[in-house]
Structure formats: C-alpha cells, structure tokens
C-alpha cells in the first residue's frame, strides 16, 4: 500500500541504484523474490591516506541508515515515477505486478539487519552488517545501505586519526564548505562520532543536541578596514559583541606584526573590564613556529591560559608534524613545549571530510547464501582471487581478548557456532593455510558483536546519543594494540575463521559449480 | 517574520557555519550589518587529480543554490535552537535583536547574486559567483553557498574530462554507494552536466527528467547458483524479464570461458524469438584484453552491435589507457580496434563521485568591496602572498574571443568598465608586469559572463534543464584551444586584468592601510 507522504523523488525508496529494481522485477517474475537470502556488507581494505593507511576503522552511519529505512516508505509519486520508464521498444520498463510488490516494501517487510553496533571499531572483510530477508527485498536495500555506511564509516575513521594526532587536544571539524553538498551533515556527525570536539556545522549540531562551535573570519577584519577602521577596531568590536567568548583571528594582515600586539591589546581590555580572553586563531604561514612566538607573546603579556587554534588544511600528519616542530624550535625561544602543546586546540575542514588521500572506503554488499529447501546454501563468486573472494554462507563475528582485556582477534563463523575457548580456540588465516591456536588461559573473553538493528519491520535499536557513540569507540579503542593504533605503517589486526567456515570456503573454492550442491 | 514551514534543522538556513551568524551578530550590534557589501567566490587551483591537472572548470551547482535560498526560510524552530546556545558564562550566545534580523532574512533580502550561467566553462581567480547586498546577509550566505558551488563544479569537470577520454562513447554514473551520503544526488547532477550519458541514481535521474540506467549485479548470477541453478539460467531469466534490453554481466564465475558463451548462447535464443540483445558488461580482470576477446566472439557469433560495457574504478586515465592498449593489441587477434571501440561504454562510479585524487574545490568567499561613503571601497587581505591575494573592488567578468572565435582570456575589470578593442585591447597578467595587447583585429568578440542569478529576494533566473546546460557546456568546450583541454599538463588559459583593474590592486598592495583610504 503506497503511502500518501510526499518524499522527494531523490530521497526515498528511490535513492538507489536502478539495478535493484531490474533485479528486483526479475526475481519476482521468476518466483523468488521471497526466497530468504543473507547478504553481507563489508569492506576489504582499511584506507590508505596516501603513505599512512589506518589500521582500523569506526563504524558509523547505521542510526542515518535506519533512519532512512523508516522513511523510505514507497509513495505514489514515486511508483508513477518508475511507471513513465521505457525499455528499448517503448515498452514500459516496470509493469504493474512489480509496482504493486514495491508499494508493498515499507518497513522493508520481513528484512532482519544484523550489525556491530555504531561506534565499534571495525576490520576489514567483518560485517558491517548482515541483511537477511527476501531476495528481492534484501536487495533493493544495497545501495542505500553502503552509501548510509561507507562515508560516515571512513570519516569517524579519519577523524579518530586526527584526534590521535592532536594527543587529545580540542579538534573540531570546519569541513562544511569543501564538503560534498549535502554529505556534510553525515560527515560532520561521523567526525563527532570519531572523537572530534565539535563541528561549526550548526543545523547539525543542534540536531545532535550539540554546541556549534566558531568565531569569526578574515571578512570580519577586511570589512572594518575598508570601512576605514583598523584591525584593532574589528576585535574591540568583537571583544564587545562576546566579551566572554572573545577568539580572535590573528592573520588578515601580519600575524606577528599587527594581528598579535592588536588581540593583547584587546585582552588587556577585556581583563580590566572583568572578561577573560578565550583564545587566538592562526590561519596560514608556518603554523608552529607562529604559534611559538604567539605563546611566548602571551605569556609576556600575562594570558598564560588563552587558548592557540590552529587551522589551515591540517589532517593527521601536518598535526604530527606541527607538534614534533614545536617540540624542537619552541626551546630556542625559550617556550616550554608542553605547556604550549597542552594549550593548542585545532580546526580540521576540508582534508577531514573530504577524507583526502582517501576519499572512498571500499565497501561492498555481497550475497553470502541463500536458503534452499531447508537450510542455507552458501554463494561463492568464484571469478575473484582466494584473497578477495567472499567468505560464504551465513554468519557470526566475534571479537576475541586476550587475558588482558584487549583485543586479539575478531572471528567469523558460522552462524551456528558458539566459539569456545575450552580447552583451546583455533583461529584459521583467512586466505592462508596458517593457524594460531590460543590456550584458554590466553583468551579473557569472546564477545558477539553483531546485534540485531532492524527487524519485523521497524528498527530494532533505539537512537544513539553522540556520548554512548563516542563511548563505544574509545573503549574498543582502548582494548586495541598500540601498535594497530599507529598512524602509519599499523600492526596487522588478525580477522580468522573458525575452522569450520575455514573448510567450508575451501570445499566451495574448489567445487567447480560453486555452489556447494 | 519566520515561516512556520517544518525544515530540518540540517537543511534549513542553519545549514551554515556557526561563524557567519556570530559575525551578523556583530555587524548588527555595531549598526554595520545593512552597509552594502560585495564578495566573490572563486577558486584559485585548477583541481588536480594527481599528476593530471584539469586546464578548466566547469561551473555547476548554482540551480540547487537558488532552490535552497528559496527554501531557506529561517523558521521559528530554528531561531528558538539558535536561542539556546550558550557562550562561556551560561550568557545566551545570540541575543533576540539578532534573532529577530535573522527572523526577517527569508529570501536574503537586498542581495543580488551574479554568477555566469550554470554549465559555463570556468577559470581560477575569476568568480563563480559575485555576491552583493548587506553585510551581514551576505555573509550570511557564504558557507551555503560554497558547499552548493564546490563540489558539483569539481565533479561536472571531472565528468567532462572522463567523457572526453571516451571519445564520445556513452558514459554512465554508477557512484551513489560510495559517494558521500545523500551528497550524490548533487554529484549525479553535476556528472550529467559535465556531460555523462545518465546515471545509475533512479531518484535523481527521475528528479532531473533523465532515464535512470542500470541493468544486474554479479549477486543475481550468484543468487541462481545458490538455488542449484546455472549462469545460464540467470542470463534466461535476464532476458525473458528484459528481451529488448538485455544486457548481460559476464564476470561472476569466469568471464571468457562461462559468461561470454553462456551470454552467447541467450543472445541466440532472443534472436530466434525476435529480440535484440543489447550488450554485455565487464567488470574485473584486464579489461582491454577481455573486451578484445568478447569482441571477436560476438562478432564471430553474428553479434556485431552488441555494446560492450566496461566498469570498476575507472577514471580518465583508466580509460585513456584502455583504448591505447585496444589499439595496440586488438589486430594481433584480428580485430579491427575502430570499431570495438565505437561499442564501448563506460561505468564510473566512486573515482568521479568521490573526485579520487582531488576530493575537494579549493573555492573561497572573500570580501571584495564595501559600500563607504559615496562610493565602493575596495578590501584585500594583505598578509596573502601577491599570487594569493584577492583581486580588490567591485568586477565584471568578460570572455575574449579571438578572430576565429576560439575564447583567448577571461578578462576582469572594474564594474563600471567596458573592454573595447577599438583600438586595442590590453591585457594584464593578474601578478606580474607583463601584459598582452590584442590589436582590433585579432578581436571576434567580448562576452559579459556574469548574469543575475537572484534579485529582490528570489531567483532572477529560472531553473534550466540538463539539455540546456550540456549544450551550454559544449558550446564553451568548442571554443576552447585543444591544448587547455589536454587530459595531462594542459596550456594555462589567460585570466587577465584590465589596466584600470590591474593598477588599484598595485596600490592597495603597496599601500600599508590596506583599504584604499
């Protein structure tokens, strides 16, 4: 039954690749549409930023997602839309019989979604989430489902990163101009799932119940000088208008030579009228030595807590770099680097959420099985090489500890299997014939991580606040090795099969009908 | 007086960053936010995708910018959201003098935007947009602004360039899944402006008046096998749903010794039946090879117009070397390479949506003039270097053409100049002393670019159709020198300055108040 709702055409049960609905059309004139069927979305590489590719990712996307499964209720518009599509002969492309089965699809019925919650951290060729439900149904979601999981995934990823580099210092995202259109909202909640401090984005930081976050810009300076004033003109006007939250923008005209001496000015105003500064912001030139001699100025002048942003097209590795410049030239101005480190805070754009380096994560959505006569036949595509091709059938992960408490192994297996420890768990390669083998007394814990998001209709998990979000991240951060954390060059996290999948891949690599049969 | 129009907060007139409201604010308490003000977008880099660097832009984006300046109502939702942030001391950061300014700003009252018409081609440093009115609204706008400019322009030249590789041949969108969320409906528009065939997005597509394209995945091939069929079968099925747009995906078990024969032998039967087929799509292995390969089977098979369709992460370059290698490889297996290469079409999905390489428009907003006294006086931000620096002062764009009507420089000047060749036309280089001069002669034609684009509060323009702009992009690209269309190290186009322009910048550069004063 099509809902009356008006949805733009670009926005709902249509903002899909066609393709789904071909395929759609096809299985349900041949009868097998409703043939339960498990596909599984999952990526195959960590992202390369260019020389430093990350060792894990964060998960995110998947409260957009079912937001989106919630609204993407097929409406008339839309069903007359696809109604107008012609083939090659002039024929219609969809005929009524599948119009009438789309109308049908709200709720995608009968589709279960299985997922590591939002927040996790995540490896490469684990589910980023398990589709189970009709043919014809399971597929019509794969577009929309990678594109709601891929980019929010990779952003939360490299935000993480920049954090990790800005040694815990206030990060937040100014990324909304460069970004791509409308992706911005999902890019800037992602940058606050991974870590980031806030994000000038301010429709979707009071959607998330946060605090948007910015000061002024260069315009602000220009604008009083052509006006005919001076710069110290603009902050006094600034240091009015927020007395409380005065930050100001030291590099319209000489960062040094006016844009410095004029904000002490302006503070020594502010703290004689009873107001305490905020900050600075440096915008260009060489960033740490600026912020040396910036520091060493204030305290001079006795702002020994104003705060140092900085910004300028920063990402992991020009944060890496200003703090490792600092640490060695701030010495010879007599600055103490620690202190000025702890007071630095950074805003992150376009390098940010256009993930440059790296600006797609590799996601895909495969078939893994599909159930016949009574059971899960496993899919295999077996064009593809051993290392990419998809470990099939029907599936659970797991995330393995190490007596510590961290993070050893994730582990597939077969959605039947309860792994166990006891008395010792066999972790398969997964391409390779090597094994591990681990003593019960070196596993602490064996922990389910997929959790069921969608189911009989509706979502199955409430919405995440951004702190339970952020919560989940840092502690699967914590349990992490250091050496998968590192920025460049990370240690391999082991992603295993059980030795049951194991078996199951190899017979059907093997089995030249590639079905299992 | 606010709409009470529902928008989400996400997408209404706080789609900004936070810092454009904190400056209203000050521009209002400071009784400066109504003075007339001027700004200019451009971008100052040609995007470069990675050892190929684009010679041109092509601009897109302005259409989606109209309609959301349209829908950007401030509502009593967003106000009251706005009311509730808070600065360092508990203190409400936005006052409701301000609230009730922004309240009226429903249609960006006073503000005229100039801009050359959507699709044109365009160059660094001239504007692709020129933003008059208020101050305070015009700042206002700056944000949405970019973000509705700069990634539709980044991906309308990246689709130009891609299709240029092609030699014509058809091009089609596939990149919504790993595009950047619910940003490919933008990227999908702005691919089809830079001239691509169509696009897999089915919402867009039906959006935009266009047929959306898009056939079947490996996953139905996969989906027959699972249930103990064949390959084979699922071709069947493929072309008893579609005999008259059949077009088959070789690749899922083996593509020479599986999906081309089995394609074959379906083609065979939709013949007998009176059906053409269509084509067949490759999307792995050594592409160029394999199309060779199922060109001389077609063809030996009696199916000499079936298209062959190549996909999987393809760029310009991607398919510049494709045809090279056709070139060079198909006679030794007797094929004649014109002709398999007059079948091709292409599938590019994440390196054009996600712009691999460049993933951003380095385009900015900066003040360019403010209304003083009796007359516009000019603003520059001095601490840039001389090629950085704004070009100051109210402008006009104009297009030379030279005697053969081939486009020579893009010309700026002041607002009230009009370039004339008669006798001579000069041309200054924008940061260095040298300058060209066009005698009469070598003079086809001067063509003002900029076009009023909104006045008095809405659209002075109408909403143009794909056609249109394609045709208008063609028309540009015809009148480009073959050398700024060069895939790789193309000629630099002029951008000039005309005397009178050329001369203030020099005196504000050398003038220490930096405002012309």
Same mark, same amino acid.
């Given at each position: 039954m099509p809902s009356p709702t008006p949805t733009p055409l670009n926005e709902?049960? %249509?903002? /899909?690749?066609l393709y789904e609905l071909t395929m759609a059309q096809l299985y349900l004139r041949e009868g097998m549409h409703a043939t339960p069927a498990q596909f599984e979305a999952f990526y195959r590489i960590n992202p390369d930023f260019g020389g430093h590719q990350a060792g894990y990712c964060v998960s995110a996307g998947l409260d957009d997602l079912l937001a989106w499964m919630e609204r993407a209720r097929p409406s008339r518009a839309e069903l007359e839309a696809l109604a107008t599509l012609k083939g090659s002969r002039g024929q219609r492309l969809f005929d009524d019989a599948f119009l009438g089965w789309l109308g049908d699809q709200a709720g995608f019925p009968g589709v279960t979604v299985r997922a590591p919650a939002e927040g996790r951290v995540v490896h490469p060729h684990t589910p980023l989430a398990v589709v189970e439900g009709p043919l014809a149904t399971v597929q019509l979601l794969e577009t929309a489902l990678l594109n709601h999981l891929n980019y929010p995934t990779l952003i939360a990823t490299r935000a993480t990163r920049i954090k990790f580099a800005a040694r815990g210092a206030p990060v937040f995202d100014f990324g909304m101009r460069r970004g791509h259109a409308r992706g911005v909202n999902a890019g800037s909640r992602a940058a606050l799932i991974g870590g980031l401090d806030g994000t000038s984005n301010t429709g979707q930081a009071l959607a998330l119940g946060e605090t948007p976050r910015g000061t002024h810009a260069h315009s602000m300076v220009q604008a009083f000088m052509a006006a005919g004033m001076e710069e110290v003109d603009a902050f006094r006007a600034y240091a009015r208008t927020f007395p409380d939250d005065c930050l100001l923008l030291l590099? /319209?005209? =000489? /960062? %040094?030579? *006016?844009g410095l001496p004029n904000a002490i000015t302006v503070f020594e105003e502010l703290r004689r009228a009873g107001h305490e500064p905020r900050g600075v912001r440096l915008d260009s030139g060489d960033l740490a030595h600026l912020a040396i001699q910036v520091a060493r100025e204030l305290d001079r002048a006795g702002f020994t807590r104003v705060g140092i942003t900085l910004s300028n097209q920063l990402d992991e590795l020009t944060i890496w770099q200003i703090l490792q410049q600092i640490e060695l030239e701030a010495p010879r101005y007599g600055v103490d680097p620690g202190p000025l480190i702890a007071r630095l805070g950074y805003g992150v754009g376009t390098r940010l959420l256009t993930s440059h380096?790296?600006?797609? %994560?590799?996601g895909v959505y495969k078939l893994v099985a599909l159930w016949r006569d009574d059971g899960w036949a496993p899919a295999i595509k077996? *064009? =593809?090489?051993l290392a990419k091709a998809t470990t099939p059938g029907a599936k659970q992960l797991y995330r393995v500890y190490d007596a510590r408490g961290m993070a050893t192994a994730d582990l597939l297996t077969l959605v039947d299997e309860v792994p166990s420890a006891d008395p010792s768990l066999r972790l398969r390669h997964p391409t390779e014939r090597a094994h591990r083998t681990l003593p019960a007394s070196a596993v602490g814990g064996i922990e389910p991580l997929l959790e069921v998001a969608w189911r009989a209709g509706g979502r199955a998990v409430g919405s995440p606040d951004l702190a339970t979000l952020r919560a989940r991240r840092a502690a699967d951060e914590e349990r992490l090795d250091p050496g998968v954390r590192r920025l460049i060059n990370p240690h391999i996290y082991h992603v295993s099969l059980s030795e049951r999948l194991w078996q199951l891949k190899q017979e059907l690599l093997a089995d030249p009908d590639g079905n299992g049969a």
């Open positions: 709902g049960i %249509l903002f /899909t690749d590099d /319209t005209v =000489d /960062t %040094l030579g *006016s380096g790296a600006p797609s %994560l590799d077996r *064009s =593809d090489s």
